[in-house]
């Protein structure tokens, strides 16, 4: 069995290789500290198994997904974050990932059982993120439910206290019709001002420095 790391924490690096080594100790592993680096070793070596650190130096780590599974369509991916916010949540099962480790809520010695169910077949969330998952479905009024892909993009920038002019040229609209859409994403959500839709924004998790950077067009 091989087994893949891209993690840029040395600390959680180390502690993840040791107890995976203890759970599967006849496995290879190999590790990366960024996304460039990690792609280049999943399509050297093929692993059967990626824990894949979301927050990378380089990039976004889901932005990664579609080119690993082009060099391994088989591999098994465990998602690291250690943001587990309804929009990472969100994100997460769009990718339609085999697994969610919250580095925040996740004991290691829970983490041969994720192993196990995801090498199984399965899928593996841990209790936080469970719990959002079930909030996400059973919220009629969740933004995932009532705002377009696109909407959620210019969500995360509007949270960010970015005026239409600034939107416009990042998403390349006219400044007119990102204010449309302002009006728009404030109704739907039930909002009256920006200041609520930034708050809105940080607490759902849309609102990260520099996220907006990583996302795809």
């Known amino acids: 069995m091989k087994v893949v790391i891209i993690e840029d924490h040395k600390l959680i690096g180390d502690m993840l290789m040791m107890s995976c080594r203890s759970i599967m ?15 280049a070793i999943c399509r050297l070596v093929k692993p059967d198994l990626l824990f894949l650190d979301l927050g990378l130096p380089d990039c976004d780590g889901l ?10 369509p088989e591999v098994k991916v465990i998602a690291l974050t250690s943001f587990a916010d309804e929009f990472t949540v969100h994100r997460l099962l769009e990718a339609k990932l085999h697994g969610f480790v919250a580095k925040n809520d996740q004991p290691l010695d829970r983490l041969g059982e994720a192993i196990e169910t995801i090498m199984a ?17 059973s919220d009629p009024g969740s933004f995932e439910k009532v705002l377009s892909e696109r909407e ?7 949270g960010e206290g970015l005026t239409n002019e600034a939107v416009a040229t990042v998403v390349g609209l006219s400044a007119n019709t990102v204010k449309v ?22 607490e759902k998790g849309f609102t990260r420095v520099g996220r907006h950077q990583a996302w795809p067009a």
């Not at 932005?63 to 391994?72: M, V």
């Not at 077949?121 to 479905?137: A, E, I, N, T, W």
């Open 25 to 39: 100790p006849a496995a290879e592993f190999s590790r990366a500290e960024n996304g460039e680096q990690g792609l």
């Open 63 to 72: 932005n990664l997904l579609p080119e690993i599974f082009a060099a391994t």
């Open 121 to 137: 077949g399965g899928q593996y969330f841990s209790p936080v993120v469970q719990k959002m998952k079930d909030s996400l479905r």
């Open 152 to 158: 959620q993009k210019l969500l995360g920038l509007f």
């Open 181 to 202: 859409h302002r009006r728009n994403i404030l109704g739907k959500l039930g909002l009256h001002s920006t200041p609520e839709l930034m708050h809105y924004a940080l």
